[in-house]
């Protein structure tokens, strides 16, 4: 019997018809397997994960291959964006037993959850040097039958050694100049001169790291740092990584050059890229970067928002090809004739502006859209009547499947791009859009103790628990929110899931972070990463919101709090700068202050409206800012700040000192760095 039909993961959802006895991640399930005496096998996957869905394909809906796993054992598929802490700590058992990792992962377990063999895709019949799925399961239930005491030798070191790798905390001193002059160092080593980005291919956008390098300049004025930073948006956005019609990021670039993407598009790469393209424009006033900051801003809204307000997950890779056939890149890519069809005498120009060949940059002769040419591009309209007729074509394609699983953490970051970037280029209705998913995570995933839940889809809360990257990134986003729209329910709603932090999160010691709650489910160990992967981990994420939280509030636990957690960057930073760039980020901001923003005049006079968006557009990392009426109580920056002989007046501070309130905007701009005057 299969158990995933009533499940909120689409990712499960779509095994719900498979002829495998799928029972979700449960204690049942491991019941089911002592009872019955058999091994746990444990399938890890995503709803956009291409690899997945062959393997589905190949494996999971062959009647004969689920027939034999039925027999011999209970089979667990769990989707890693709704089970992040199952993900982590089983993919840590695969990449120190084969030195690797990915999606699909394939482990093997004892009915007491100990992994014991482990893999990722397994194809349906051996292949480049890959043992065949059945021939996998057939091995793996003799070591069990035949075997048993090897088998729990296995799985017994297995955990031992999960136990023994405590990570090894940095210490409670904060990073300071010589640790981040040492990480940009170390990240001018690993840059690629020629093509932007760091290291080889595969290539991630590293929006993390781009966030440290603006930050670093905005503090020293390091031109090296800034010009990291700019050459890799701009070669990202010239590339195939980002879609030339409709806006948006694809998740990384097969190749060196950000040519041909892996196709599938998420919402924390968007996010995280829309807000990094706001603030390289915030720091240079680059037609570019404002350019492709509101173009993602406008795919996250157009393609990933639901009908409750939040944001879906992700769109496929995957999508029909037009003859039945789900093919990776179908929906995206060009051929010379498929842009004749549709564009006629304009075709030319296209296919020369968008870089599309007869050799074709992808498969079968097709080209992903890119922007090759920096000079001798022809008239302005002529290349928007094109990109809008290709655009028009595109939606008649089949569109890639959507992952309608709202993830609380990345919607957070979705609702700090979103409130900023409309608040720099005046769109309003960005910010609401932002706010609309803001009160889908208080309304759905907070419960009457402000507890976050993971997950919801269709607006029903998912049955798991929040990890710390979410209780961190919601308040990200809810503190963002407090500082353009000036509401304070939003930094009272960040305090409530910062509180949880400081209690169910932090080791009292020693100040480290754990990614899962004192009183979540016990797993075979309790995960704690504190390197940024796709995402800002939740230990600098948490670091980050509780330092921005101190500023705003004055609270001094939280800002004790981030400190102690900034020790693992000044251990991590200079080594492994590529993997802490939003702790990186952070630390930047705690050198700096960070400078807390106080702007207090009539709501509705244009003073006050500018002062306040002078403020929002300064470069000084990790600064805060509030606004309000002359005695707002809404926030605690506003306390005991009047006007200036009447009129609208900016207050800056930081380290318990602050400057002279001023009205005058080129004052305050001069005082916040950024050179966006517009």
Known sequence: MNRLAHETSPYLLQHADNPVDWWPWSAEAFDEARR???????????????????????????????????????????????????????????????????????????????????GTYF????????????????????????????????????????????????????????????????????????????????????????????????????????????????????????????????????????????????????????????????????????????????????????????????????????????????????????????????????????????????????????????????????????????????GERPAPGRDDKVVAAWNGLAVAALAETGAYFGRPDLVEAAIGAADLLVRVHLDDRARLARTSKDGRTGAHAGVLEDYADVAEGFLALASVTGEGVWLEFAGFLLDHVLAQFTDAESGALYDTAADAERLIRRPQDPTDNATPSGWSAAAGALLSYAAQTGAEPHRTAAERALGVVKALGPRAPRFVGWGLSVAEALLDGPREVAVVGPVDAEATRTLHRTALLGTAPGAVVAVGAPGSDELPLLADRPLLGGRPAAYVCRNFTCDAPTSDVEQLREALGGVVSD
């Not at 589905?56 to 769990?78: C, G, I, P, R």
Request: hydrophobic share 40%; proline share 5%; charged share 25%.
């Open 123 to 394: 194809p349906p019949e051996p292949r480049h040097g890959m043992p065949a799925f059945r021939q996998v399961l057939e091995g793996v239930g003799s070591a069990w039958t035949d075997r048993r005491d090897e088998v729990a030798d296995v799985a017994g070191k297995i955990v031992r050694d999960l136990a023994g790798r405590e990570l090894n905390y940095g210490g409670t001193e904060v990073p300071g100049e010589e640790e981040l002059a040492g990480a940009l160092l170390g990240l001018t080593r690993e840059y690629d001169e020629q093509r932007g980005g760091f290291g080889g291919a595969p290539k991630f956008p590293p929006s993390m790291v781009i966030e440290f390098l603006l930050r670093h300049h905005a503090r020293t004025g390091s031109e090296g740092a800034l010009q990291m930073a700019r050459d890799t948006c701009e070669r990202m956005a010239r590339g195939g990584i980002y879609d030339q019609l409709g806006g948006g990021f694809a998740r990384y670039s097969v190749d060196r050059d950000w040519t041909v993407p892996h196709f599938e598009k998420m919402l924390y790469d968007n996010a995280l890229l829309c807000r990094v393209y706001a603030h390289l424009w915030r720091s240079t006033g680059s037609d570019l970067a404002r350019r492709v900051a509101l173009e993602t801003a406008d795919f996250m809204v157009r393609e990933l928002r639901t009908p409750e307000g939040g944001f879906a997950s992700a769109l496929d890779a995957d999508s029909d090809d037009g003859t039945g056939r789900h093919v990776e890149g179908a929906y995206y890519v060009w051929t010379p004739e498929q842009l004749r069809d549709v564009l006629g005498d304009d075709a030319e120009l296209a296919a020369r502006y968008f870089g599309v060949t007869e050799e074709g940059t992808f498969e079968e002769g097709a080209s992903v859209l890119q922007l090759p040419q920096r000079e001798g591009v022809s008239d302005a309209a002529r290349i928007a009547s094109v990109r809008e007729r290709l655009l028009a074509a595109r």
């Open 36 to 118: 019955r005496d058999v091994p746990v096998l444990l399938s890890v996957g995503y709803s956009s994960c291409h690899w997945c869905h062959v393997m589905a394909h190949e494996s999971f809906e062959d009647e004969a291959t689920a027939a034999y796993l039925n027999e011999h054992f209970v089979s667990v598929k769990v989707d890693r964006e709704e089970r992040p802490d199952v993900d982590a700590v089983y993919m840590e058992a695969v990449q120190a037993a084969t030195g690797q990792g990915g999606w699909p992962m394939t482990v093997f377990l004892t009915p007491d959850a100990e992994p014991f063999y482990f």
